[in-house]
C-alpha cells in the first residue's frame, strides 16, 4: 500500500490516542457508521475510539469491540433550559476530559463543527459544505469531497471517505456494519418466542413498517409473504415499533393473512429485535434499521426499496436482496410519496410473486455459513 498515493496531509495514525466519531442521526445511519470505528481501531490499535451519539441510537454501537466510550446526547428538547445546560455542560466536561487527538464528524450538523473547535483536537474531518461556509471550513483541519449531486455512493462508502481523505484506508472486510448483542436479549426473545407457543421450530422475521410510511408495502403483499413463509415450514414472526401507525399497519395485515403468526410488536428494545433477527432463517421488510440489523448479524433477507436509492442505502451484505421497481424510471426520487402524497406508487405496485421469487433465491440458498 506505501507505493499508492496518500493525501499529502494525511496523518500519522501512530500518533492517535483519544478519537471521537461524532454521529448525530437515526439508528439506521449510527449502525451504517459502525465500519468508521472498526477501521480506526485497526489502523491505530493503541488508540481509544470515542464515539458521539443521540441517547436513543446508543443501542447500534453498544458493545462494539472497538469502542472504549460512548457519549450520548438527549434529542430534542427534553427537561427545562436548566436542566438542558446543565446537560450540555456536563457531557462537554467529559469531552474536554478525553482531549481527543482527532474528531471525526459524520454528518452536516453544527454541533460537529462546534465541537471539533472547542474540543481542539490536533486532527479533525468533515464533508465539505457549500461555497461560503467559512465558519465551517474553519472548524475543521481536513475536509472531504462528495459525489456530484446525483451521483450516488453507498452510505458506509461515504462515511469511510472521511477515514480516506485522512490517508487511513478500509480493507474490504472492514466495510461490514457490526451490532453487537448481548446474551440477555436473546435470553428474553426466546422467552417471548416460547410463551407464544415456539418450540424452537425455524422462524422468519418480518418487519413490515417504517418510521417513514411512503416506504412501506402494502397490507395485502405482507399478508401473502406471512402465508407463503408459513407454507415453506417457517413460523412468522411480525414484529414493528411501538407506533400506532405500525400498529395498525399490523392489525390489516393480520386481518388478511391465514396463517398462525407469533405477534411480537411493540415488545422488543432494538437490542431484543437485533436477537430476534439473529436467529431467524430469514428476514422480510423494507428500507428501514431493522434491515440493516438483519444485514449486520448475518441473516439472509429481502428489502423492499421505493423512492429511497438502494445504491446509497441497501443493506450491506451479501445475504440481501433487494427487490425494486423496474417500471418507475422516476425512482429513485427521494421524495415522501408521488407528489408528496405519502404513498410510493414504486413500491405499493411492487407484485407479490416478484417478491415471492426473491424470497425463495434467499431461501433455496446454500446455508448461512
Known amino acids: 500500500m506505501s507505493a499508492l498515493a496518500q493525501p499529502p496531509d494525511g496523518i500519522d495514525a501512530s500518533r492517535l490516542q483519544r478519537v471521537l466519531v461524532i454521529k448525530l442521526r437515526h439508528h439506521g445511519d449510527v449502525l451504517l457508521a459502525s465500519p468508521v470505528l472498526s477501521v480506526l481501531k485497526r489502523a491505530a490499535p ?55 487527538d482527532l474528531v471525526v464528524h459524520l454528518t452536516d450538523h453544527p454541533r460537529g463543527a462546534w465541537l471539533a473547535r472547542v474540543l481542539r483536537a490536533r486532527w479533525s474531518v468533515a464533508f ?49 456494519p457490526t451490532l453487537a448483542i448481548a446474551d440477555t436479549a436473546r435470553e428474553r426473545v426466546r422467552d417471548l418466542l416460547r410463551a407464544a407457543g415456539w418450540q424452537g421450530q425455524p422462524y422468519a422475521v418480518v418487519h413490515p ?60 428494545t432494538l437490542q431484543e429485535l437485533g436477537a430476534a433477527i439473529a436467529g431467524a432463517e430469514v428476514f422480510f421488510g423494507v428500507d428501514s434499521v431493522p434491515m440493516h440489523i438483519a444485514a449486520a448479524v448475518g441473516t439472509p433477507g429481502v428489502a423492499l426499496f421505493g423512492p429511497s436509492s438502494e445504491k ?33 406508487d414504486c413500491l405499493v405496485l411492487l407484485p407479490v410473486a416478484e417478491v415471492v421469487r426473491a424470497l425463495d433465491a434467499v431461501l433455496e440458498r446454500p446455508g448461512r455459513g
Not at 460512548?70 to 478525553?98: D, I, N, S, T, V
Not at 467559512?134 to 477515514?163: K, N, Y
Not at 418510521?211 to 402465508?227: C, E, H, I, Y
Not at 412468522?236 to 393473512?257: G, H, K
Request: glycine share 8%; proline share 7%; hydrophobic share 40%.
Open 312 to 344: 446509497e442505502w441497501g443493506p450491506w451484505s451479501p445475504r440481501m436482496r433487494v427487490v425494486a421497481s423496474r417500471e418507475h424510471p422516476c425512482r429513485p426520487c427521494g421524495i415522501d410519496g408521488c407528489g408528496g402524497s405519502k404513498r410510493s
Open 46 to 100: 493503541q488508540a481509544e475510539i470515542d464515539a458521539l451519539v443521540y441517547a436513543d441510537t446508543a443501542p447500534m454501537l453498544q458493545g462494539h469491540p472497538a469502542l472504549a466510550q460512548l457519549h450520548l446526547l438527549p434529542r430534542g428538547r427534553q427537561g427545562g433550559w436548566l436542566q438542558r445546560l446543565g446537560a450540555e455542560c456536563r457531557l462537554l466536561a467529559a469531552l474536554r476530559e478525553r482531549r481527543y
Open 209 to 268: 413498517g417504517s418510521r417513514w410510511m411512503f416506504k412501506v408495502w402494502t397490507p395485502s403483499g405482507n399478508a401473502q409473504v406471512l402465508d407463503h413463509l408459513a407454507a415453506r415450514g417457517l413460523v412468522p414472526v411480525l414484529t414493528a415499533a411501538p407506533d400506532a401507525r405500525e400498529s395498525e399497519l399490523a392489525d390489516a395485515i393480520l386481518q388478511q393473512a391465514s396463517s398462525r403468526c407469533i405477534d411480537l410488536r411493540g415488545k422488543l
Open 128 to 176: 465539505e459544505r457549500e461555497a461560503g461556509a467559512w465558519w465551517w471550513r474553519r472548524a475543521f483541519t481536513h475536509l472531504a469531497r462528495q459525489p456530484r449531486a446525483g451521483i450516488p455512493r453507498a452510505t458506509v462508502e461515504r462515511h469511510l471517505d472521511l477515514l480516506r481523505r485522512l490517508g487511513i484506508h478500509p480493507e474490504p472486510q472492514e466495510r461490514a
